[in-house]
């Protein structure tokens, strides 16, 4: 009888027992404290809410659609730091009911749907800065130049405030890469300024845009990009699951290792599966908390799944898939590539 202990984001342990060489789970702890960063976070939303309000305000006066994009632009930094806020609120709440993870996903439906609406703002304000170039109207270059120099130091402060955060939630990491590419924008913009008041080129506001616009869309669409890799369950970026595979049943007395998940339950937290066989004489117990160590210290993946066996019980008990010779020894639909020692297909 095998004793382990689970421990879900430190809200309780319970201990129970399982007859054979069931699966364990090593320690983890997820989450970031939302205590610690709300305030932050909420400075920052502070100082850009109110400077956008602002700009707004004077992109009309002036006639200036840089300064407007801008705006727009700050409209979507300030929605990703109120989703932030909201999904590290509802993250923090435990697991229990049909919610086996709780809701530590929030921060991933927020990541995306600041990027989508980052695309769909970038495709309007490229259709206008396109008008604007085939028909200019005309700009105060001055009030351009100097609201764009107010919004370089109020992104500057913004973005230091963010940068105090937790940035592992892909949420905040979000909102702090928004912010710090409308700095770029509102330094583009500055520029357009200064040249439609030296030189009277009123082009430059819509060419400022479109910088705007390339800013915008290579954000969205890396907060889609991360944030859909998510929910496809794939394996976090930085990690190769064949590798993984391979490093796995290369340790003695491990024989085969399949049905290999690796997946990212919310930023900076992987979790990992896997059915591992083992020689005939090996400790099952002793070979998991080996491999849990071995995941944790290597590849950081400490919320693993591990269901260990001796290859001679499997072999006996179940046999090979559909009694073909080359088939999995245990499970009739196997998910992914068998790993087993010497060269093997992935």
């Excluded at 700009?55 to 200036?64: F, K, L, N």
């Excluded at 949420?171 to 009277?200: C, K, M, R």
């Excluded at 003695?252 to 997946?263: G, K, M």
């Amino acid at each position: 009888m095998s004793r382990h202990v689970h421990d879900h984001d430190g809200a309780h342990g319970d201990a129970h027992g399982d007859s054979g060489h069931g699966h364990g789970h090593g320690g983890h702890g997820h989450g970031v404290d939302p205590d610690a960063d709300r305030r932050w976070l909420a400075i920052a939303l502070a100082l850009i809410g109110g400077f956008m309000a602002v700009e707004v305000v004077i992109g009309v006066m002036a006639h200036s659609l840089a300064l407007i994009s801008d705006a727009a632009h700050m409209l979507t930094d300030a929605v990703s730091i109120v989703l932030a806020l909201i999904a590290m609120r509802l993250a923090a709440r435990p697991a229990r009911g049909g919610f086996t993870y709780g809701l530590k996903r929030a921060e991933i439906l927020s990541a995306q749907a600041n990027g989508l609406t980052l695309l769909l703002l970038a495709l309007w304000l490229a259709y206008e800065a396109v008008r604007r170039l085939l028909d200019p109207p005309p700009v105060e270059g001055g009030l351009v130049l100097v609201t764009a120099l107010a919004g370089i130091v109020v992104n500057v402060g913004a973005a230091w405030c963010i940068s105090r955060a937790n940035r592992s939630s892909l949420a905040v990491e979000g909102a702090y890469q928004h912010i710090l590419n409308d700095l770029f924008a509102f330094i583009g913009t500055a520029v357009s300024g200064l040249i439609v008041l030296t030189t009277g080129f009123v082009q430059a506001d819509a060419i400022a845009t479109l910088v705007v616009v390339v800013l915008m869309v290579k954000a969205g669409y890396g907060l889609v990009r991360e944030s859909g890799r998510i929910f496809l369950e794939a394996a976090p970026a930085h990690v190769d699951p064949d590798a993984v595979g391979d490093r796995l049943v290369g340790h003695v007395p491990v024989t085969e290792v399949h049905d290999l998940h690796i997946w990212t339950i919310t930023s900076g937290q992987a979790a990992l599966s896997a059915h591992v066989l083992v020689e005939p004489a090996g400790d099952c117990h002793a070979v998991r908390r080996e491999l849990e160590l071995l995941l944790a210290k290597e590849y950081g993946i400490t919320h693993t799944t591990l269901q260990v066996d001796h290859v001679q019980d499997a072999l006996l008990s179940v046999g090979r898939a559909g009694g073909e010779p080359g088939g999995d020894p245990h499970c009739a639909d196997a998910h992914g590539p068998v790993h087993r020692e010497g060269p093997h297909a992935h």
